[in-house]
T-cell receptor
Framework: KAGVTQTPRYLIKTRGQQVTLSCSPI?????VSWYQQTPGQGLQFLFE???????NKGNFPGRFSGRQFSNSRSEMNVSTLELGDSALYLC??????????????FGAGTRLSVL | AQSVSQHNHHVILSEAASLELGCNYS??????LFWYVQYPGQHLQLLLK??????LVKGIKGFEAEFIKSKFSFNLRKPSVQWSDTAEYFC?????????????FGTGTRLKVLA
């Protein structure tokens, strides 16, 4: 069974640009969550999608948005990039949505550098 | 707001030394607890989990963790570390809040094991 796939692996952008990251979950998984990972901050939760609906949202500005398609693939968009957006963006999928015991399976991440 | 604290940000040990990484959470309700590990160049993956029952849980590669409800803690232990345990370790809580379950991660502990 293929794991969680994130594309692209690396991105370099300049301030003010926008970027779209993609995540394909494990086959059969309907929940996709996005995290921002930076040194010293750990994983900061961005949002979670389940069956094409955003179910949870973290404390990030509106420049960060996402969506999920009918095949459970998800995209994350960041508009008007700032230097502080440089980070590793992780996608995690799980078989079910907001349940207590769900285990998250992570992709390798997309490393975004904003110059 | 719910939070997860990992007080050790960097730990350096020699092979065969014992390991204990602290994890405390602030949440009064029912929680489900996890430790995830990120080996260099690899995906974040589940190390062990606690849902209910025996508060001492065993995970992969000889790791174990003990849930102490009165202390809101879920510390990770290993009696004898190996060089291959060099990685970043994240404690996580899945708790019911604002009408849904949310994953909250700690900031991580970087473990370096010297051969």
């Amino acid at each position: 069974k293929a794991g969680v796939t994130q594309t692209p692996r690396y991105l370099i952008k300049t301030r003010g640009q926008q970027v779209t990251l993609s995540c394909s979950p494990i086959s059969g998984h309907r929940s996709v969550s996005w995290y921002q990972q930076t040194p010293g901050q750990g994983l900061q939760f961005l949002f979670e999608y389940f069956s094409e609906t955003q179910r949870n949202k973290g404390n990030f500005p509106g420049r960060f948005s996402g969506r999920q398609f009918s095949n459970s693939r998800s995209e994350m968009n960041v508009s008007t990039l700032e230097l502080g957006d440089s980070a590793l963006y992780l996608c995690a999928s799980s078989s079910s949505g907001a349940l207590a015991k769900n285990i998250q399976y992570f992709g390798a991440g997309t490393r975004l550098s904003v110059l | 707001a719910q939070s997860v604290s990992q007080h050790n940000h960097h730990v350096i040990l020699s092979e065969a030394a014992s390991l204990e990484l602290g994890c405390n959470y602030s949440y009064g309700g029912t929680v489900n607890l996890f430790w995830y590990v990120q080996y260099p160049g690899q995906h974040l993956q589940l190390l062990l989990k606690y849902f209910s029952g025996d508060p001492l849980v065993k995970g992969i590669k000889g790791f174990e963790a003990e849930f102490i409800k009165s202390k809101f803690s879920f510390n990770l232990r290993k009696p004898s570390v190996q060089w291959s345990d060099t990685a970043e370790y994240f404690c996580a809580v899945n708790a019911f809040t604002s009408g849904t379950y949310k994953y909250i991660f700690g900031t991580g502990t970087r473990l370096k094991v010297l051969a």
